[in-house]
């Protein structure tokens, strides 16, 4: 362990590597790296405990660095630290795992997610420290935020979450430097201001010069001894160290020129890198539970459940039967029906209150560590949580997440309750899939497949309740989709997901009898699809298609399988939701889109006929 004059050595070679890179790269943040420079040279060389040869032991703390501008100081310490053998001077090159925002990457294993969109780390640590005291493991999870990111509404309500659970296990440290991007950050150097905002919040609030080394110590060993949730309020100067930029405007995100580098190297001593060796993380042994044989709730065909209950019930088996599934809930588990959990595995049970934002990143930081988390709310909320599922997908993440009371069946709750655009949302994410069951059997399925997936997976439930169509032993397989009804006579492919499935298979019926023969096609998986051997079908089938869905028509399922049939010389007409739905009873609704089974019959007819 390096004492404090140690410390202070270091801090001038991670000040001289973070100015040689960015100038190097033409490009960076190095003002915002030298105010934290103090920090970060505390937490990888006297405060960390971690396992050298191995990033991925579990007892190793956790470190997020959420000002993720700042990655050029993470990277350097890494490297003096021995941790990683980048170059250095290869920061933001092409060839180089050195990105200008930390990305997790098998060259840089003890990077654990990705950060530089402001405001996510905490909640991330949140769920890391969480993980600890679920497993009963002693590593501690460190989280550096940025003054300017403190005003992010997702930092509060990890704030708060982390109080309300006493994770007295995760330390964070605002970098307090007063200047943001354009000028002043809100509350510049009020201090205080801080600290009665964390404090209110529950927090253990530990006010410190950011400079000095000796402080950040004591507040280090102040926050291990706390009982409560430990917030540093490091005050500090925007590129401190080198004397024309400190504290100075205009200097936000620009690297210094070759002369200013060489001017700036003059005031910060040239020094020998102390011998460090990082302190070893405690080993926790973990008994495992007995596992328990996987019982799936089973349904009989033409059972009235909906899919929102049968993701309850399986979620319940699922937890039951392996300790690492984690149902998290914006508190409407009794709509989403993930209360199941919290009435046979409490433990399994994590209740995140009506704070999407910090829910998607908890699971993140539960994924990390070795969890597989179901987060569920209702879809319409999903959407102010994106740029948390974007980062995630970004991370490459493993979790799942359940959005209820998707599209206009949900009925008289109105618009502003109906997820319209969650399809959309999720498509557009990097290895991520979209699921849609439209009965009870088939979504205790697909949250098995969801389960295996390695990525973010979407299961989108249905509030009304719905037939149950498939056998309980019925297999489903990603990309693909089911042939409910077909003939060597058809004319016609009438293809749904969801709720409109079951208006098809009405529709089905109405067009036998006016002679119309028509296949109907359950489209259960809209991210990945077998876009070839639906083609062949539809080909064998009529070469005609009509697609509804409860969805807008951007990014919907129906606009994924248009740009897949172009040039293939089929017929297709897209229903989907046009208006801005109001309240009604959910046949109303579908009837008013003209998604029900009559609109689609119609459009089915006219095409047949047309052609």
Same mark, same amino acid.
């Given at each position: 362990m390096l004492n404090a004059k140690q410390l202070s050595v270091i801090a001038s070679v991670l000040r001289r590597d973070v100015l040689q890179m960015t100038s190097s790269a033409k490009s960076g943040h190095p003002t915002s790296c030298l105010s934290a420079t103090e920090i970060v040279a505390a937490l990888f060389f006297h405060e960390l405990a971690l396992d050298k040869t191995n990033p991925h032991n579990p007892d190793n703390d956790e470190f997020i660095?959420?000002?993720?501008?700042?990655?050029?100081?993470?990277?350097?310490?890494?490297?003096?630290?021995?941790?990683?053998?980048?170059?250095?001077?290869?920061?933001?090159?092409?060839?180089?795992?050195?990105?200008?925002?930390?990305?997790?990457?098998?060259?840089?294993?003890?990077?654990?997610?990705?950060?530089?969109?402001?405001?996510?780390?905490?909640? #991330?640590?949140?769920?890391?420290?969480?993980?600890?005291?679920?497993?009963?493991?002693?590593?501690?999870?460190?989280?550096?935020?940025?003054?300017?990111?403190?005003?992010?509404?997702?930092?509060?309500?990890?704030?708060?979450?982390?109080?309300?659970?006493?994770?007295?296990?995760?330390?964070?440290?605002?970098?307090?430097?007063?200047?943001?991007?354009?000028?002043?950050?809100?509350?510049?150097?009020?201090?205080?201001?801080?600290?009665?905002?964390?404090?209110?919040?529950?927090?253990?609030?530990?006010?410190?010069?950011?400079?000095?080394?000796?402080?950040?110590?004591?507040?280090?060993?102040?926050?291990?001894?706390?009982?409560?949730?430990?917030?540093?309020?490091?005050?500090?100067?925007?590129?401190?160290?080198?004397?024309?930029?400190?504290?100075?405007?205009?200097?936000?995100?620009?690297?210094?020129?070759?002369?200013?580098?060489?001017?700036?190297?003059?005031? #910060?001593?040239?020094?020998?890198?102390?011998?460090?060796?990082?302190?070893?993380?405690?080993?926790?042994?973990?008994?495992?539970?007995?596992?328990?044989?996987?019982?799936?709730?089973?349904?009989?065909?033409?059972?009235?459940?909906?899919?929102?209950?049968?993701?309850?019930?399986?979620?319940?088996?699922?937890?039951?039967?392996?300790?690492?599934?984690?149902?998290?809930?914006?508190?409407?588990?009794?709509?989403?029906?993930?209360?199941?959990?919290?009435?046979?595995?409490?433990?399994?049970?994590?209740?995140?209150?009506?704070?999407?934002?910090?829910?998607?990143?908890?699971?993140?930081?539960?994924?990390?560590k070795g969890y597989k988390p179901f987060a569920s709310t209702f879809a319409a909320f999903l959407s102010r949580a994106h740029d948390q599922l974007r980062m995630a997908a970004i991370s490459k993440s493993s979790f799942t997440v359940c959005g209820s009371h998707a599209g206009v069946s949900i009925g008289e709750d109105g618009a502003s309750q109906m997820g319209l655009e969650d399809i959309a949302l999720f498509r557009t994410l990097q290895n991520s899939i979209v699921l849609q069951p439209a009965d009870a059997n088939s979504a205790i399925k697909l949250m098995q497949l969801a389960q295996q997936h390695n990525g973010i997976a979407y299961i989108r439930t249905l509030r009304p309740k719905t037939s149950v169509i498939y056998p309980h032993h019925e297999e489903f397989a990603l990309g693909e989709f089911k042939v409910l009804k077909s003939s060597g006579f058809d004319s016609i492919v009438l293809v749904g997901t969801g709720i409109t499935l079951h208006e098809s298979l009405k529709a089905f019926q109405l067009l036998h009898k006016q002679g119309i023969s028509a296949a109907v096609v359950d489209c259960y998986c809209i991210k990945p699809f077998n876009s070839a051997r639906f083609i062949e079908f539809t080909k064998a089938h009529g070469s005609r298609l009509i697609v509804a869905e409860d969805h807008y028509y951007e990014g919907g399922f129906g606009e994924m399988l248009s740009s897949k049939l172009a040039n293939q010389d089929i017929c297709i007409r897209h229903l989907a939701v046009t208006t801005q739905p109001h309240s009604a009873t959910k046949d109303q609704l579908l009837a008013a889109q003209h998604i029900n089974a009559e609109s689609i019959a119609k459009a089915a007819a006219e095409i047949v006929r047309a052609h």
């Amino acid at each position: 362990m390096l004492n404090a004059k140690q410390l202070s050595v270091i801090a001038s070679v991670l000040r001289r590597d973070v100015l040689q890179m960015t100038s190097s790269a033409k490009s960076g943040h190095p003002t915002s790296c030298l105010s934290a420079t103090e920090i970060v040279a505390a937490l990888f060389f006297h405060e960390l405990a971690l396992d050298k040869t191995n990033p991925h032991n579990p007892d190793n703390d956790e470190f997020i660095i959420s000002k993720g501008h700042v990655a050029p100081l993470l990277y350097a310490a890494l490297k003096r630290a021995g941790l990683i053998t980048a170059e250095l001077n290869h920061l933001r090159k092409l060839s180089s795992p050195l990105e200008g925002h930390p990305i997790p990457s098998l060259e840089m294993p003890w990077i654990k997610v990705a950060t530089g969109s402001l405001g996510q780390g905490l909640s #991330i640590g949140a769920g890391m420290a969480l993980a600890a005291k679920l497993q009963k493991r002693s590593f501690r999870t460190y989280a550096l935020l940025g003054d300017s990111e403190c005003s992010e509404g997702s930092v509060w309500e990890a704030a708060q979450l982390a109080a309300y659970y006493k994770l007295n296990n995760i330390c964070a440290i605002v970098d307090v430097n007063k200047l943001g991007q354009r000028g002043e950050t809100m509350l510049a150097h009020d201090i205080k201001s801080y600290a009665q905002r964390f404090g209110t919040f529950g927090w253990n609030v530990i006010v410190v010069n950011g400079h000095s080394i000796s402080e950040i110590l004591k507040a280090f060993t102040k926050a291990r001894n706390s009982k409560k949730p430990s917030i540093i309020i490091a005050k500090t100067v925007k590129g401190k160290g080198v004397s024309f930029i400190e504290g100075k405007l205009g200097w936000h995100g620009r690297a210094l020129s070759e002369a200013e580098l060489k001017k700036a190297l003059i005031e #910060i001593p040239a020094a020998q890198m102390p011998v460090f060796e990082p302190l070893a993380p405690a080993s926790t042994s973990i008994k495992p539970r007995k596992p328990q044989t996987l019982s799936l709730p089973r349904y009989a065909i033409g059972e009235e459940v909906a899919t929102r209950e049968a993701y309850g019930a399986a979620l319940a088996a699922l937890t039951q039967a392996d300790p690492n599934v984690l149902a998290l809930d914006a508190e409407v588990s009794n709509s989403t029906f993930s209360d199941k959990v919290k009435q046979t595995r409490p433990d399994q049970f994590i209740e995140c209150f009506i704070a999407e934002q910090n829910m998607i990143s908890m699971a993140q930081g539960l994924a990390v560590k070795g969890y597989k988390p179901f987060a569920s709310t209702f879809a319409a909320f999903l959407s102010r949580a994106h740029d948390q599922l974007r980062m995630a997908a970004i991370s490459k993440s493993s979790f799942t997440v359940c959005g209820s009371h998707a599209g206009v069946s949900i009925g008289e709750d109105g618009a502003s309750q109906m997820g319209l655009e969650d399809i959309a949302l999720f498509r557009t994410l990097q290895n991520s899939i979209v699921l849609q069951p439209a009965d009870a059997n088939s979504a205790i399925k697909l949250m098995q497949l969801a389960q295996q997936h390695n990525g973010i997976a979407y299961i989108r439930t249905l509030r009304p309740k719905t037939s149950v169509i498939y056998p309980h032993h019925e297999e489903f397989a990603l990309g693909e989709f089911k042939v409910l009804k077909s003939s060597g006579f058809d004319s016609i492919v009438l293809v749904g997901t969801g709720i409109t499935l079951h208006e098809s298979l009405k529709a089905f019926q109405l067009l036998h009898k006016q002679g119309i023969s028509a296949a109907v096609v359950d489209c259960y998986c809209i991210k990945p699809f077998n876009s070839a051997r639906f083609i062949e079908f539809t080909k064998a089938h009529g070469s005609r298609l009509i697609v509804a869905e409860d969805h807008y028509y951007e990014g919907g399922f129906g606009e994924m399988l248009s740009s897949k049939l172009a040039n293939q010389d089929i017929c297709i007409r897209h229903l989907a939701v046009t208006t801005q739905p109001h309240s009604a009873t959910k046949d109303q609704l579908l009837a008013a889109q003209h998604i029900n089974a009559e609109s689609i019959a119609k459009a089915a007819a006219e095409i047949v006929r047309a052609h």
